[in-house]
């Protein structure tokens, strides 16, 4: 059957190449095979017969069985239209037409019953539908489409074409014809039975066809858990073979540097959190494998420590590290931060970014090469063809999802044996969607704060309550605070949002004047380095105010900083919102985050200001972040387009999906190459999905 399945769509009948064509070019649908595999998008359901005299004035589409009596044209001042008296028995209402009308008064039959379905209104006391759907009685009971009505996706040239959902529907009954709906088997029998599912063929019938809302249900159940299983089994496949193929260095030493710096110059405790995740991190890179590892941790868990701690576990096994970020300015934390935690360990560390001078980049390339240099840290300007390492054993990418794949696998491939790699991010991903996104990586979660730390208070603030919020301000900087002011850039009205920003600068100048208060601002559209000596004076409690855009949304420590206004919060998204959050809280001083907008909310807004007020919980606000954007905008599209999900939905079938990973877990367990007899369908199956549909190149 499955040959079948490969042969050409314009040989389907009713299809023919000019549809054919269409059909390739708009919908992506070469085969027989993808035909079957275009679901509908929704249905309506025609499962109920409404007697003339149960209709309510809803707009709801409704079918009734009837006749027409008797059709006349009626003139209108501008044209006409065609109208028909169509009873039940039970009542009269009226069919209308606008367009077509000589050819629907040929083809009406008088006295004749008709199935018809559409939008009914009531004028006057009395119903009518215009345009009406109809059918015959004798055909529609003929016809496979008895009950739900299945839409199908569509484009404008498609229906322009002619291929409107009725031929759709009939081109994929024909399909069901010629196949005689001999779609094989994929999943184990085992796995029908005790999830109780319904066979492949019954799914794909039903996704077309159903004949009520429960078989509906369940054939969609089937499916949804199909397509997030074959992807659960790719993913997890991946990452075994990962572990048995790819190699990796083993850092089987733990050696001076570590433990020196472990019992003697580690500045605070540990909390247990990272604790836990040095363990993981260790027993990874202790394997003749490569380590592929997201540590997730919300903004201020104390990523760092980690990564620099398990540098040290590299450099303690003779290999050099290297930590990527996605700013100069983080780059450039990183390195003072670092260079200061490590001072005492005599190791040797330097910084390369773009604006790292010809001279002084010459010298890293080469200490770097010759083994001299055992940590760099940098930006993209690590990932040029002229930084080779000696012997580069680990890779540590903070703030992961601003760098593309590609970026990550220039990393692999400086040395013959690739790095370890370690991805942190801030942005909390909830579990459901880690799962499927990077389900072949291993993740870490920092789940607790270090000790000590206040909950940042967080309210909103209308715009004309801001004289009180710049008197708030006033105390806290009496305090001996700092505070921060972000104005928001969204690229497309750059302009405009530059001009919103030197305004409030000036204006919050004048407002806190000098000589007893002093500001800084930063852009993104300063020089690297007035960047720096400006975030630089804030940082060293120069300035009190630091007014900016979302350059200062990734990373930035300034623990002084205890205030954070977000003008025009209702524009960012709640992600970003929490990562700028996340920039105060970091003393022990009691912080706050005030978030300001005008009166003019839009829904989403005020669910996004709650949300913030409610709760510091990274996760919790990534679940309504999910809800509210869908996962394609939180990863960026070009991740979530990866996945190119048919019928299953990340968010809404989240159940789903954890079932089908866990037993995509199972099945790879009792049989890791799927060579059982029972599992050669499923095997073909996954081998024709891969080819397909490669998830495979995206992570590393
Ligand atoms: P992030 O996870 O956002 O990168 P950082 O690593 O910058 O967080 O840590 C935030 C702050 O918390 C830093 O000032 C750091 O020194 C401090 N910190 C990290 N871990 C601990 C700990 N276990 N105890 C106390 N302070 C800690
Ligand atoms: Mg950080």
Redesign the pocket.
Known sequence: MNNLLETPIEYLKGVGPARGDLLRKELNIHKYGDLVHLFPNRYIDRTRYYRINELVNSGAEVQVVGKVINIRTVEQKRGSRLVATFTDGTGEMELVWFQGQKWVRDSIKINVPYVIFGKCTQFNGQFSMPHPEMELLAEHEKSLRTAMQPIYPSTEKLSQRGITNKVMAKIMQQLFIETQALFSETLPKSLLKELNLIPKNAALFNIHFPKSQEILARAQFRLKFEELFFIQLQLITKNLIRKHKIKGHVFDVVGDYFTSFYERHL?????NA?KRVLKEIRHDMGQPAQMNRLLQ?D???????VALMSMLLALDNGFQACLMAPTEILATQHYNGLTKLAEPLGIKISLLTGSTKTADRKIIHEELENGSLHIIIGTHALLEDKVQFKNLGLAIIDEQHRFGVEQRSKLWHKNDIPPHILVMT?TPIPRTLAMSLYGDLDISV?DEL??GRKPIKTVHRFDNNRLKVWAFLKEEIAKGRQVYIVYPLIQESETMDYKDLMDGYESISRDFPLPQYSVSIVHGKMKPADKDSEMERFAKGKTNIMVATTVIEV?V?V?NASVMVIESAERFGLSQLHQLR?RVG?GADQSYCILMTGHKLSNDSKIRLETMCGTNDGFEIAEVDLKLRGPGDIMGTQQSGVLNLQIADLVKDRDILSLARHHAVKLLKEDPSLAKPEHAALKNAYIEITKKKNIWNYIS
Do not use: D
Request: aromatic fraction near 4%.
């Open positions: 500045p605070f405790e540990l909390t990272q941790g903004v201020g868990s104390g990523k760092t420590i801030a920092i270090p000790p990373g420590n623990p996340g970091r």
